[in-house]
């Protein structure tokens, strides 16, 4: 799949928001791209998945790592189409770990997916987890960046589509400062 593709299946799946948007990041934006709306449908999630794995195929990975929430569906629908397994990273008390008996071993070969990349602080706590394990990471994919690019990642890296999304500190928030309301989605509370 190409970028335009991915991009319209957020169009036609009606998961591309338009408004006043509070961020799993904490950051506000007038565009909030619902990925959910596109995993839970399992044509679409397929379809997603598989082209994502297309990206991983040559690096030996054993392992697919994702964060809570989106990133455990992707994870377990890319590790299927590579033959390997599939685990995740949940919130602790800093960072993310790893619970239910999941563990990785040191120089194990693993990838590293995600959802929607905006600040990166989801994928950035998952790869020092991964870190802490002395695994090897041989890649990281997420299915839309939406930094732009922005976001610098230390590891073979293949969104799926990049887009330049704004997003703001609330205190620098055009729309706050017009009294738009606020809608908030994602994982993370404030």
Not at 35 to 43: G, I, Y
Not at 67 to 91: D, K, N, Q
Not at 132 to 161: C, E, N, Q, T
Not at 171 to 187: D, F, H, I, M, V
């Amino acid at each position: 799949m190409n970028q335009e593709e991915i991009l319209n299946l957020f169009k036609e799946s009606q998961a591309l928001l338009t408004g006043h948007f509070k961020l799993t990041s904490g950051r506000h934006s007038d565009v909030y791209y619902e990925k959910f709306t596109l995993l839970k449908n399992p044509k679409v999630c397929t379809i997603i998945c598989k082209a994502m794995a297309d990206n991983f195929r040559d690096t030996g990975a054993v392992t697919a790592v994702g964060p809570t929430t989106g990133g455990i569906i992707i994870a377990y629908e890319v590790a299927r189409y590579l033959g390997i397994e599939s685990i995740y990273a949940e919130p602790g008390e800093t960072g993310r770990i790893f619970k239910r008996g999941f563990s990785l071993d040191k120089g194990q070969k693993v990838i590293i997916v995600d959802d929607v990349l905006t600040t990166g602080r989801s994928l950035m706590e998952v790869i020092e987890l991964v870190n802490g394990y002395g695994a090897d990471i041989v890649g990281v994919g997420v299915l839309l960046d939406r930094s732009g690019g922005r976001v610098k990642i230390d590891y073979p890296f293949y969104p799926l589509a990049t887009v330049a999304a704004d997003s703001w500190e609330p205190s620098e928030c055009p729309l706050c400062a017009r009294g738009e309301p606020l809608t908030q989605r994602g994982s993370r509370k404030f």
